[in-house]
T-cell receptor, first 113, second 113 residues
Framework: GAGVSQSPRYKVTKRGQDVALRCDPISGHVSLYWYRQALGQGPEFLTYFNYEAQQDKSGLPNDRFSAERPEGSISTLTIQRTEQRDSAMYRCASSLGRGSPLHFGNGTRLTVT | DQQVKQNSPSLSVQEGRISILNCDYT??????FLWYKKYPAEGPTFLIS?????DKNEDGRFTVFLNKSAKHLSLHIVPSQPGDSAVYFC????????????FGPGTRLSVLP
C-alpha cells in the first residue's frame, strides 16, 4: 500500500511569503504528526492530531506556524511570513494510534531565501 | 536539554561483525522506545520497538536491549551488512505525556565490506 506522501518535495520561497506544506497519511491511520529536522539532528516534534483534533501543538515554534487536519485525513502545515531560520526539512508521519510506531514520509525541504 | 541522547555521532564496523548503537535518556517517564533507520534522501523507517515492561526485543538480525535503571537502550545488529549503512535514530515516548515522540540526534553507521 501507499506510504505517507508529502508535497511539495522541495519548496524555495522568499522571506516574508506564506507557505503551505501538505501531508497525505497512510489510509486508516488515526494519528498524524509534524516534525522538523535540521541537518545532522533528529526530528523535532511540532504538533500531532488524532483524527481531526489537534492534540498537542506545544512544539510549534511561534504563532506563524499552524496546522490543520479538517477531515481527519490530509493535513496542511502553514508557515506565515517565512523567515530564513524556518529553512529545514519538514517531515510528516502517521500511525495507527497510541502504542504504534510512526511511519514517515520523505519530507518537504523548505528553503527560505 | 536533550531528553534522548546518542553520544556517538558515527560508528564504523566490519561486515559480518556486530554493530552496537547506544541511546541514553533522561526522562524516567519514557515507556516506549523505537529505533529508526534513515537512508539519504528518504524519511526515517521504523526498525524495532520495545516497551518498558520488557528488557529485550528481537527481530531477525536486530535486537534492542533496555536497561531502565540506567536509562539506557542499545540496538545490536548481527551480522552487520553493507546495506545496514545508514543513520540510526532512537526515539522515546512517555505514555502519560500524550503521544509525542522525542528523537535523539542519530548515529551514522558505516558497515565496511
Amino acid at each position: 500500500g501507499a506510504g505517507v506522501s508529502q508535497s511539495p518535495r522541495y519548496k524555495v520561497t522568499k522571506r516574508g511569503q506564506d507557505v503551505a506544506l501538505r501531508c497525505d497519511p497512510i489510509s486508516g491511520h488515526v494519528s498524524l504528526y509534524w516534525y522538523r529536522q535540521a541537518l545532522g539532528q533528529g526530528p523535532e516534534f511540532l504538533t500531532y492530531f488524532n483524527y481531526e483534533a489537534q492534540q498537542d501543538k506545544s512544539g510549534l515554534p511561534n504563532d506563524r506556524f499552524s496546522a490543520e487536519r479538517p477531515e481527519g485525513s490530509i493535513s496542511t502545515l502553514t508557515i506565515q511570513r517565512t523567515e530564513q531560520r524556518d529553512s529545514a526539512m519538514y517531515r510528516c508521519a502517521s500511525s495507527l494510534g497510541r502504542g504504534s510506531p510512526l511511519h514517515f514520509g520523505n519530507g518537504t525541504r523548505l528553503t527560505v531565501t | 536539554d536533550q531528553q534522548v541522547k546518542q553520544n556517538s555521532p558515527s560508528l564504523s564496523v566490519q561486515e559480518g561483525r556486530i554493530s552496537i548503537l547506544n541511546c541514553d535518556y533522561t526522562n524516567s517517564m519514557f515507556d516506549y522506545f523505537l529505533w529508526y533507520k534513515k537512508y539519504p534522501a528518504e524519511g526515517p523507517t521504523f526498525l524495532i520497538s520495545i516497551s518498558s515492561i520488557k528488557d529485550k526485543n528481537e527481530d531477525g538480525r536486530f535486537t534492542v536491549f533496555l536497561n531502565k535503571s540506567a536509562k539506557h537502550l542499545s540496538l545490536h545488529i548481527v551480522p552487520s551488512q553493507p546495506g545496514d549503512s545508514a543513520v540510526y535514530f532512537c526515539a522515546a515516548r512517555a505514555d502519560n505525556y500524550g503521544q509525542n515522540f522525542v528523537f535523539g540526534p542519530g548515529t551514522r553507521l558505516s558497515v565496511l565490506p
